[in-house]
Nanobody, 127 residues
Framework: QVQLVESGGGLVQAGGSLRLSCAAS????????MGWFRQAPGKEREFVAV????????YYADSVKGRFTISRDIAKNTLYLQMTSLKPEDTADYYC????????????????????WGKGTLVTVSS
């Protein structure tokens, strides 16, 4: 079992920055790929970024590449998403996710490959 709790969401102006955190617990975190997804009102949940817990291999959605950075602190069992140059279209609920598949597969298959989800944190970017 893996438990995921997100924090750090809020309201920010376009062009601003925000950092999301995800506190993870579970005995076998090292076997998981950890990622971030988002879901805007009326839209499907979409992949944002993923990282392998031990190796640090990362993949990003094209829409956030160069603006968002995913990272993890193994000692703190915490996953991060640093978001910069935020745009109104980044507004969504952001979900932390854990998957037993590879980071590459998570990036390719999206939400279908996720084993555990957090409850989400809302990010609102005003224009």
């Amino acid at each position: 079992q893996v438990q995921l709790v997100e924090s750090g969401g809020g309201l920010v102006q376009a062009g601003g920055s925000l950092r999301l955190s995800c506190a993870a617990s579970g005995r076998t975190l090292s076997t998981y790929a950890m990622g971030w997804f988002r879901q805007a009102p009326g839209k499907e949940r979409e992949f944002v970024a993923v990282i392998s817990w031990t190796g640090g291999v990362t993949y990003y959605a094209d829409s956030v590449k160069g603006r968002f950075t995913i990272s993890r602190d193994i000692a703190k069992n915490t996953l991060y998403l640093q978001m910069t140059s935020l745009k109104p279209e980044d507004t969504a609920d952001y979900y932390c996710a854990a998957s037993l598949t590879s980071p590459q597969r998570v990036a390719g298959t999206g939400a279908r490959g996720i084993d555990y989800w957090g409850k989400g944190t809302l990010v609102t970017v005003s224009s």
